[in-house]
């Protein structure tokens, strides 16, 4: 069975800090796809980056970043220097290949409030 | 623009009452899903469609139904049958069924029963 655990439930930060979301998943598949999704106020759900098992290189985008790392099961999400528009709900998931097709596990989600 | 719409995005039921959630897209995807979330919760799988004219169970399909006649739309029916409807209801499509396609979410809709 495949499992995703985000333990932060909510994080509260002041602007221009940076933070961390925490994503730890569960799979007996080698390949598998990992995903962070954002939720703000208005309710979508805003697709953020895929990533799969096979690409352990950490990727940036702006002030976002994710740091995938098999040998701890981890693909984490920081934002640097967070924004107010920052706050939101984020969801990591996961799609594993011996799955019954393109079926995502999500995590709890993290809420994230960013202060000014 | 390209994209999943949503309608309505408030609903209220009524005890005893089926609702149906629409949800079209022009994506040009094949396959389409509904999850649902609750309060502070993550999402769960409703039902999924590969390709049009196909649709089978998620996890939680259990008082609902839906349909897929068109490849760009596929509505949800929340029946009477479903004993605690008052949720987040998300559309979502993706390129293919496959593994690891991404999905794409629409704006979803809150429903409530009154």
């Known amino acids: 069975a495949q499992k995703v655990t985000q333990a932060q439930t909510e994080i509260s930060v002041v602007e221009k800090e940076d933070v961390t979301l925490d994503c730890v998943y569960e799979?007996?598949?080698?390949?598998?796809?990992l995903f962070w999704y954002k939720q703000p106020p208005s309710g979508e759900l805003v697709f953020l980056i895929r990533r799969n098992s096979f690409d352990e290189q950490n990727e940036i985008s702006g002030r976002y970043s994710w740091n995938f790392q098999k040998s701890t099961s981890s693909f984490n999400f920081t934002i640097t220097a967070s924004q107010v528009v920052d706050s939101a709900v984020y969801f990591c998931?996961?799609?594993?290949?011996?799955?019954?097709?393109?079926?995502?596990?999500f995590g709890g989600g993290t809420r994230v409030l960013v202060k000014p | 623009d390209g994209g999943i719409t949503q309608s309505p995005k408030y609903l209220f039921r009524k005890e005893g009452q089926n609702v149906t959630l629409s949800c079209e897209q022009n994506l040009n995807h094949d396959a389409m899903y509904w999850y649902r979330q609750d309060p502070g919760q993550g999402l769960r799988l409703i039902y999924y469609s590969q390709i049009v004219n196909d649709f089978q169970k998620g996890d939680i399909a259990e008082g609902y139904s839906v349909s897929r006649e068109k490849k760009e739309s596929f509505p949800l029916t929340v029946t009477s049958a479903q004993k605690n409807p008052t949720a987040f209801y998300l559309c979502?499509?993706?390129?293919?069924?496959?593994?690891?396609?991404?999905?794409?979410f629409g704006e979803g809709s809150w429903l409530t029963v009154v």
């Open positions: 998931a996961l799609s594993g290949a011996r799955a019954a097709g393109n079926k995502l596990t």
């Open positions: 799979t007996r598949d080698t390949t598998y796809y």
């Open positions: 979502a499509s993706s390129t293919a069924w496959n593994s690891g396609n991404t999905i794409y």
